[in-house]
């Protein structure tokens, strides 16, 4: 039985289960629960695979691999991939309007130095005909090898898909590694492109944020130079930024706390534009910008202590018939509510390509 045949399996038995693939890495794992009972994490000590909450203040839910079959499996892009038709999906006017006012909204509030940038996100409902969520998953490990593509699902909560491009933070020991990722362009078929003083400060608000957040708990801290990335059919700015844990401190916790959400998903300062977001957007994001990953789970063994963690970018819900397509920008005062409206259409391609 392939790894395949058994997310078929476990999702005809309605029980959680989530598989996934790293990014640029040829090997597909999953941990298969054995109950339907709901776990959450309580201190980031647990091992197994967390799936965490836009809302910091919500818990974040745990497969555990002592209540899981953990799977790992070679994954090559000759793997048969299913012929999937591209159609052409258009947003509904009314959901421009209410993106256009909700960005409006926020570039005033920015005006009034409520804060230096927030992010808004909107939410896009796509009706399905003949859709296999098991056949888009695969399409969607072909089409974006360069991110984490994952499969989640649990019967009271839901089905996620995703292919992210931006890591949360990955841990080994005391050494830890994260980034910042902020700033787009549509890939016209080159990297060398001008990023616009819009974006450059976008992306120099993220390093600096993070930098001052973990200063605290961290020594060594080393940052790259500014570099662009490819994610889909999208370009990205990214800083990476690693460094040591302080002897101590409470590792993972800490540094889970200290960064999520980050400016890249929320803004600045964080508990200002986080109560905008709650109050503003017409919708809620539940696990849309949370994180997502292994927790205290290493290569080759359960009992190793590395995780590895993304933020939930690029995702989408399937509910029966629909899928809910989750999209979003960074908003600074020079920011035009039309072309953020597009940068959102531009990014609900990425999911769309394997519908």
Not at 28 to 43: A, H
Not at 82 to 106: C, G, M, R, T
Request: aromatic letters at 12%; glycine letters at 4%; hydrophobic letters at 40%.
């Amino acid at each position: 039985m392939t790894i395949f045949d058994r997310i078929a399996s476990q999702y005809k038995l309605q029980t959680p289960f989530v598989v996934y693939r790293k990014p640029n890495e040829s090997v597909i794992s999953g941990f298969f629960q054995k109950t339907k009972e709901v776990f959450f994490v309580e201190d980031f000590t647990e091992v197994g695979f967390v799936f965490s909450p836009f809302d910091n203040q919500e818990k974040a839910i745990l497969i555990p691999a002592k209540e899981s079959e953990y799977y790992r499996e070679s994954f090559v892009l000759d793997t048969p991939l299913p012929s999937i038709k591209n159609k052409e999906f258009i947003a509904d006017a009314s959901s421009k309007e209410s993106h256009l006012k909700l960005v409006n909204k926020a570039i005033k509030e920015i005006k009034k130095n409520q804060f230096q940038k927030v992010v808004v996100s909107r939410r896009e409902e796509v009706a399905l005909s003949n859709f296999t969520f098991l056949e888009s998953f695969i399409k969607l490990l072909h089409t974006y090898p360069n991110a984490f593509g994952y499969i989640w699902f649990h019967p009271t909560i839901g089905l996620w898909m995703g292919a992210t491009p931006e890591k949360l933070l990955s841990i080994s020991e005391d050494c830890f590694k994260t980034m910042s990722l902020a700033g787009t362009q549509v890939y016209t078929g080159s990297k060398e492109v001008i990023w616009q003083s819009k974006e450059l400060e976008e992306q120099a608000l993220v390093t600096r944020f993070i930098k001052s957040q973990i200063r605290e708990v961290a020594v060594h801290l080393k940052t790259s130079e500014k570099e662009t990335i490819k994610a889909g059919n999208l370009l990205h700015l990214r800083t990476q930024i690693s460094g040591k844990i302080l002897s101590g401190t409470s590792n993972l916790r800490t540094l889970i706390n200290a960064l999520h959400p980050t400016p890249a998903v929320c803004g600045l300062p964080r508990l200002e534009t986080k109560e905008f977001i709650l109050k503003s957007e017409f919708y809620q994001r539940t696990f849309y910008t949370g994180f997502l990953g292994e927790l205290n789970v290493g290569e080759n063994s359960l009992d190793s202590k590395k995780s590895s963690l993304f933020v939930n970018l690029r995702c989408m819900e399937i509910k029966k018939n629909k899928a809910f397509l989750y999209i979003g920008g960074g908003i600074t005062k020079d920011s035009n509510a039309l072309k953020e409206w597009e940068e959102t259409v531009s990014k609900s391609a990425v999911m769309k390509a394997i519908l």
